[in-house]
């Protein structure tokens, strides 16, 4: 069977208390802005979403029907009580979220949730465990580009390359690079659009509507396709089962 390559698309939207007081109304306007140009291309992304109440979601919701996926933030610094944290708070983000018809399967984190504690995802029915939340951390420095099994059939997500970060390069060069990195043996690429970034580089919302033009471009000639985080799992799972080791394991 013959894959193409697989844009694995998020958009990191930090909570209204998280941006300068004069920068609110920007960030609504940005993410607003960003779910039409989505809705506009024909694609759905994953929202990584901070505001444990859901406010977010909630409007998002209200504003499409087009199939976004929510990934919720859930802190697990603390390790010596990470069980009891996840535990309680998924507990709690599943029932807020089956409330407003919302189904989560990827989990985005700060911290790598431990071995042991990786049944509680399970039981949750959770499927994804995202990393890179728009977190200040160097990419160069991560090795690994492909998504890893981790136990129990959960995955984390692969490391991003995050556009909004690199305005030096003009939206076409950055394209170009990823078009490159498609040409290698990575099936995956995460790309993921940093809501603070933007705002703190007065990124203009034109880029980020010519990246997805370009995108759709691509796209329609059979070269890519784009998903949110979650339409990964399905096809990780199958191709741990037909080459269960050309993908690498945590």
Known sequence: ??????????????????????????????????LRELVKNGFAATWIVHDDRLQDTYELLQQTDSAQEFSMFVDTTNNSTQRKAL????????????????????LSTNQRIAESNLNILV????????YFCGTRRNWRSVKSLEP???????????????????????????????????????LFQHVQIDIQSMLENKTPITKFAK???ALHR???????DVTPVRSSAALLRHLQMRQPTRLPAA
């Open 1 to 34: 069977m013959s894959l193409i390559p697989q844009i694995l698309l998020s958009i990191n939207l930090p909570t209204r208390q998280a941006v300068a007081k004069d920068c609110v109304q920007a960030r609504d306007t940005i993410r607003d802005h960003l």
């Open 87 to 106: 535990n309680s708070q998924l507990a709690d983000l599943m029932e807020r979220t089956r409330k407003i018809g919302v189904r989560i399967t990827t």
């Open 211 to 213: 990246l997805l033009q």
């Open 123 to 130: 039981r949750n029915k959770i499927s994804l465990v995202n």
């Open 148 to 186: 890893s099994s981790l136990r129990f059939g959960i995955w984390e997500v692969p490391a991003p390359l995050q556009w909004a970060q690199q305005l030096s390069n003009p939206v076409r060069e950055l394209i170009l690079k990823s078009v490159i990195r498609f040409k290698s043996k990575h």
């Open 218 to 224: 691509i796209r329609e000639r059979g070269r890519i």
